[in-house]
């Protein structure tokens, strides 16, 4: 059971990369720090992630939870490249 808690958290980690560089490049793209907060947007994924929560029997609350760290921590790197870039101008 480890091992495959192992190699499942292997592939989650690989996942979390391929965001974070998806997240990366819309921060290039954007041009305000502003720009990286969209409460309507936000909304939407975490109705998606409830969503597909209780689809694949997950508590939809602790998914939720995660998703929202995610997007909180996404949100303020995005805004730290942007005004990084502003200042660099």
Do not use: C
């Not at 041009?31 to 969209?38: G, I, K, S, Y």
Request: net charge negative.
């Amino acid at each position: 059971m480890r091992a495959e808690i192992d190699r499942i958290d292997r592939a989650l980690l690989a996942l979390f990369a391929e965001r974070h560089a998806y997240v990366t490049r819309m921060a290039e793209i954007k041009t305000d720090p502003h720009e990286a907060f969209d409460p309507a947007r936000i909304e939407a994924v975490i109705t998606k992630v409830r969503e597909r929560s209780l689809d694949l029997d997950l508590d939809e609350d602790q998914a939720e939870l995660i998703w929202r760290t995610l997007i909180s921590w996404n949100i303020n790197y995005e805004k730290g490249i942007i005004a990084a870039r502003k200042r660099s101008r």
